[in-house]
């Protein structure tokens, strides 16, 4: 993110694999990050069923924008990890770590370097993949009678849903950063997203602001 190369010596400079799916994942969650930011900035209008609608919405595409987030971490690291230590290895030791384990353990393997565990994009990783694992694994709850605990109980889930998807797309950003540092913008398994070193195309406005936010974290660390 300094516009400055980073070299870190790896198994591996050229190498050619097919099924990466890292991208892929990365553009649908930000289409839904974006969408949902969007709807959220509407004004309010005196319509019930308007307003509904929106939130039905805005749930809809803050789930995707978490499951993708996660998935696209998840298989970024594990390409990583085939990529230069083979598929046969990974798959034999290292396939069956946790998410936020396989980030730490894998680019120690490969280039001798770890993601600090002190960092912003640490702690955002491990939020992300415990709200990744509530949704795929839900778990519906008998409904008690309607009382100020179960209205404060209810209000909590709620804002720590909204806080699992404000922290999805910004903790795919910071690894994205952070990885930059640890490995270098060469080797970065979510792809560098520092413009000296690959194309940028234009972010609508939710986007750009959650880059530059993830960007101020980074470089503050790095200064």
Request: contains cysteine; proline residues 4%; aromatic residues 8%.
């Amino acid at each position: 993110m300094k516009r400055e190369l980073i070299k870190v010596e790896h198994p591996r400079d050229f190498f050619a694999r097919t099924q990466v799916m890292t991208r892929t994942y990365r553009d649908i969650a930000e289409v839904e990050y974006t969408n949902c930011m969007l709807i959220e900035a509407l004004p309010e209008v005196d319509d019930e069923e308007e307003m509904h609608n929106r939130s039905s919405q805005t749930t809809k595409h803050a789930i995707q924008t978490i499951v993708f987030s996660a998935m696209c971490v998840e298989a970024a690291i594990n390409d990583y990890a085939g990529t230069h230590l083979g598929d046969r290895y990974f798959e034999s030791h290292l396939s069956s770590l946790d998410v936020v384990s396989k980030w730490v353990v894998i680019p120690r393997l490969v280039c001798g370097n770890e993601l600090d565990k002190s960092s912003a994009a640490f702690g955002a990783l491990k939020a992300l993949i415990r709200a990744r694992n509530q949704l795929v694994h839900s778990k519906s709850r008998e409904l008690g009678p309607v009382s100020p605990k179960l209205i404060e109980q209810l209000e909590f889930a709620s804002e720590k849903f909204t806080q699992d998807f404000r922290n999805s797309l910004k903790a795919l950003y910071l690894l994205a950063m952070e990885m930059d540092f640890v490995v270098g913008q060469q080797h970065n398994p979510l792809g560098t997203m520092d413009s000296a070193f690959t194309y940028v195309e234009s972010r609508p406005e939710p986007l750009s602001k959650l880059f530059r936010e993830c960007k101020n974290i980074v470089l503050k660390k790095y200064s």
